[in-house]
């Protein structure tokens, strides 16, 4: 039975974790007025459409973003946590701590998009300047909004473009001192730390 309900965990979290950052790329890709005719949107888009429709009627936009689907992926994640909890001690816990650490869940898979978006942009630059991929087009414009305030901050460097490293570190701050400490200060049990 343990094996079982180790598997079904690991079936959950691997599925459930793929949809949920289908589901915060949506909200990503309006935050950083992302081309919507770009296939990979297109996907993105269809994926979430059936879940966002209902909820859109019930939750309004605020600053031109569509709320309804940051709601839908910290629904999301409570649901993740919720059913690992379930099948790993046999309890759901206390729903206002659940949606704390569906929230501290959802900022971390926030910072990381932006982490590994900035990782593949960087190596795309080395390897295909100037692509015009649809993929390698939305990792762009993923990464501008992130990269944009230290370019600002840096003087120009012939060429040379340091800004990713200092996005890096910054964003990695963010994931060890604010992420991994209100994890922690909220209690949050080591297996859902793993969805984080």
């Not at 973003?65 to 919720?82: H, Y």
């Not at 959802?106 to 590994?116: C, P, R, W």
Request: charged share 10%; net charge positive; proline share 6%.
């Amino acid at each position: 039975m343990i094996g079982l309900n180790t598997a079904a965990v690991y079936v959950l979290q691997t599925l459930g974790s793929l949809y949920l950052l289908v589901v915060l790329l949506r909200f990503v890709l309006q935050l950083v007025r992302a081309n919507f005719y770009n296939p990979l949107c297109q996907f993105v888009v269809k994926a979430t459409q059936p879940l966002l429709k209902p909820l859109r009627r019930i939750i309004p936009s605020l600053l031109g973003l569509d709320m309804s689907s940051l709601v839908l992926a910290i629904l999301v994640q409570l649901v993740l946590m919720a059913l690992t909890l379930l099948l790993t001690y046999g309890t759901t816990g206390n729903f206002v701590q659940l949606l704390v650490w569906a929230i501290i869940g959802v900022t971390a898979l926030f910072l990381k998009i932006f982490f590994f978006a900035l990782i593949i942009s960087v190596i795309l630059s080395w390897v295909a300047p100037g692509s015009h991929n649809p993929g390698a087009e939305l990792v762009n414009q993923i990464c501008e909004p992130a990269l944009a305030p230290f370019r600002r901050l840096l003087p120009s460097m012939g060429g040379l473009d340091i800004s990713p490293i200092l996005a890096f570190m910054v964003l990695k701050l963010l994931d060890m001192l604010v992420i991994n400490n209100l994890a922690a200060m909220t209690g949050m049990p080591e297996i859902l730390r793993l969805l984080i």
